[in-house]
């Protein structure tokens, strides 16, 4: 029980008749709420570092040159080494996803969360399985995490089995398949980049199943009327071996560097690359999976399609550990091995509550 403004209230019974709405954030502001309801209310203080945000840029790396010759590509390897070790995110531009195939997943992902409620409501869930198109608002809303997200999404695996097309709604269902291609397409070319960054051969890491499933998600920030009081994603770092991030014009994006937050600025046609726990964990420590989040915004809605390259849902004994090409008797292994499921199931549990969970398995 949490009192607050000397109100009694449970926040599981609260967080419980909003998610009994099915209507997510969307819901409240169309009723035209005013006030940011108390669930939504991060901690008090935890905001106060929201002026900290440096005049750094994320760096950006143009792949147009990447299959021109042997020392093009060489070029590209070594400013892809250089963001993965000092920064876990950059910004791709010329990576060859046709901004026609850009525009229709945004509109897509827009238009479904836009729907009528009574549509949307056909895919309320919350079970994460593969094959199901699944809509709901905050996946951990009956976690451990410190308060409810104004945001609302949707998921669905895309790879390695699709569900069948009849199966995903029509505002968007289009757009997630022909997206979807040229996702893998390039997730092929970043484990290939990210593989000889390490000194490897170009398939090591499509070999480890890295390129295996891709979990597609769509996230929907309505306009939020008190911004101050809530945040749009709280700060975490991603269930994944890398994800590819679309964002739509508005911004607000923002990345843990060196302890401050330094601003993704939304370029056209470019896409966010980012490293998840799963690359820093195989990598042990070389990548570096960075914390990163969406503070809320008056301006909305924002819309962000984040592809994450993670196999939790497929039934696999895989375990994964430091590689061993890796570690030497200088460089020990720094976490123990873990299967997807396992780290997956405790990161849900945990919620976004801005740490990570690779500090558990840590050796
Ligand atoms: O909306 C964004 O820009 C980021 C979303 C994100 O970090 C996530 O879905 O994991
Ligand atoms: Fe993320």
Known sequence: M?????????????????DETQEGVKGLVDAKITEVPRIFHVPQGSLTDKN??????????????VHVDT????????????VAEKWGFFQVINHGIPLNVLKEIEDGGRRFHEEDPEVKKRYFSRDFSMNKFVYNSNFDLY????????????????????????????????????????????????????????????????????????????????????????????????????????????????ILHQDSWVDVSPIPGALVINMGDFLQLITNDKFVSANHRVPANREGPRVSIASFFSSSALPSSTVYGPMKELVSEENPPKYRDITIKEYTDEYFVKGLDGTSYLSNIRI
């Open 143 to 254: 976690s451990a995490s410190p308060s409810v997200n104004w945001r609302d999404t949707f998921s669905c695996y895309m790879a390695p089995d699709p569900p069948p097309p009849e199966d995903l709604p029509v505002a968007c269902r289009d757009a997630m398949i022909e997206y979807t291609k040229h996702v893998i397409t390039l997730g092929d070319l970043l484990f290939e980049l990210l593989s000889e960054a390490l000194g490897l051969k170009s398939e090591t890491l499509k070999n480890m199943d890295c390129l295996k499933s891709v979990l597609m998600i769509c996230n929907y920030y309505p306009p939020c009327p008190q911004p101050d009081l809530t945040m749009g994603i709280s700060q975490h770092s991603d269930n994944s071996f890398l994800t590819i991030l679309l964002q739509d014009n508005i911004g607000g994006l923002q």
């Open 71 to 82: 020392a093009s590509r060489e070029a590209v390897v070594e400013k892809v080494k250089h």
């Open 2 to 18: 949490v009192t607050k403004n000397s109100v009694e209230f449970d926040p599981y019974i609260e967080r419980k008749a909003f």
């Open 52 to 65: 900290s945000v440096s005049d750094l840029e994320i760096p950006i790396i143009d792949f147009a040159t």
